[in-house]
């Protein structure tokens, strides 16, 4: 079985949130040579160069410039937030004078009930008052800190047969007893190194701590929370860093806020990308009509988790076009384009994984099924490419606790590896050369 599953356990385990996450990419390729560029300074790009940009701590680009400089790119977009609770403005509140529970709501679209029962800890930012102003501060208690608890099922007869959460009412998890009050501000404040009230502002999210276990027969299956999207995030990070061609700019792409429609100013729908690219082609020289041509001859694979079949509902799946975890990449299709997949980048995609001796797979929903999207087409209305759809397979997406092949995160770094090595050129509209 792969030994990189410990290694992708450990990022999961110290990325509880997509500011984390972000984080520990920034710094594993600064201590590889990356320069860090801020968004609010001059850049001066050179080639050779390897940059790495954050915005706002919670999504990240990265590129390698060649030695010729300007040229067309190559891209591996993921995303590293996930379904959860984020914690309200003012989060306590006292029950019966008992219990002092938190206010929470959902952000995106979790299998509510795998969150109960469960002790779960709490991360993310505070904006910490400094003489002039205001600075981050990630924030991670690392502790069992809440606990949402199910009704007993003497007060809930039909819960067996399918129950309704009430996200106001049923999700919000208890913190402590009566003396707990103002007992989070005090912990946060602690985390930091500061006084309570030098906190002003917060986004903070309630994470599943439960470590990773590999598993099953052969030790074929792990299953940890995050699953998606730090997967493809953390294998397309372990191929970037090998990535070294001559004859493209190579770029990779974390961004935040998939979950909820990428519609934030660090999203796939902001202009981050587009920024980062233009500002790379204008310190490099290019004029704007170069900087177009390149982005019409370059190539994005926006990686982002697949549905396996569930081994207890066959049924749910086209028969035709079903997945199983650790038997390869997954190339992603729908007809309405909520995936990016087309003849040409599936074409495009497979003959790299051909070369690669990666195999590869083809998802499509049942016809009757509406399936979900992803972070590809909305990035394209902002940076048009070919792009290819992909994932990997996994059960129970979206549960606070996902499960995944352990051979298939070889499968996805020797993929992406190879999409790095190969340069895809454009000759014609229709007509594309590999290497």
């Known amino acids: 079985m792969s030994s990189r599953v410990e290694e992708f356990l450990d990022f999961v385990r110290r990325s509880p949130t997509a500011f984390h996450a972000a984080e520990n990419i920034r710094v594993e390729l600064a201590a590889r040579g990356f320069e860090e560029l801020g968004e609010q300074e001059p850049w001066r790009i050179q080639p050779g160069g390897k940059y790495v940009i954050t915005r706002n701590r919670s999504s990240v680009i990265a590129l390698i410039v060649p030695e010729r400089g300007m040229a067309h790119f190559q891209i591996v977009a993921s995303h590293g937030d996930s379904p959860t609770f984020k914690l309200k403005p003012v989060a306590e509140d006292v029950v019966c004078g008992k219990y002092v529970r938190l206010n929470t709501e959902g952000y995106g679209g979790m299998i509510m009930s795998s969150w109960l029962d469960r002790p779960l800890s709490i991360a993310g930012r505070v904006m910490v008052r400094e003489t002039r102003g205001v600075s981050t501060r990630l924030v991670n208690l690392d502790g069992a800190a809440v606990l949402i608890p199910s009704m007993p099922i003497h007060f809930n007869r039909e819960v067996n047969d399918g129950c309704k959460f009430n996200a106001q009412i049923d999700m919000l998890p ?3 007893d009566g003396s707990a009050q103002g007992g989070l501000l005090r912990a946060l404040g602690e985390h930091c190194g500061v006084a309570p009230e030098a906190i002003v502002g917060s986004d ?5 701590r439960d470590r990773g ?6 030790g074929e299956y792990f299953s940890c929370p995050r699953i998606d999207d730090l ?3 953390w294998t397309s990070l372990q191929a970037f860093e090998q990535a070294k061609n001559p004859d493209q700019i190579d770029v990779l792409a974390v961004f935040d806020n998939e979950e909820v429609g990428s519609g934030t100013k660090q999203g796939a729908d902001s202009t981050f990308l587009t920024d980062v690219l233009s500002r790379v082609a204008a310190a490099l020289g290019a004029t704007e009509a170069e900087f177009r ?5 370059s190539f994005m694979i926006s990686a982002d988790n697949a549905h396996a079949v569930h081994p207890n509902h066959p049924e749910k799946y086209d028969a035709g076009n079903r997945v199983y975890m650790n038997e390869g990449v997954v190339l992603k299709h729908n007809a309405n384009q909520k995936y990016t997949t087309d003849g040409v980048s599936a074409a495009i995609f497979r003959m790299l994984c051909e070369g690669a001796g990666v195999p590869v797979q083809d998802f499509a929903n049942r016809s009757d099924v509406r399936g979900g999207s992803t972070l590809g087409n909305i990035a394209n209305t902002h940076a048009s490419m070919n792009t290819a759809d992909i994932g990997l397979p996994q059960l129970a997406m979206h549960s606070a606790c996902e499960t995944a092949g352990v051979l ?12 790095y090595a190969t340069a895809i050129r454009m000759q014609s509209d229709g007509a594309y050369l590999l290497g």
């Open 231 to 233: 997967e493809c995030a």
């Open 213 to 218: 276990a590999v598993w099953g027969a052969k």
């Open 408 to 419: 298939d995160l070889d499968s996805m770094i020797s993929a992406l590896g190879a999409f």
């Open 293 to 297: 041509a390149a982005l019409a001859s």
């Open 174 to 176: 208890l913190y402590g």
């Open 204 to 208: 903070l999210f309630l994470y599943n």
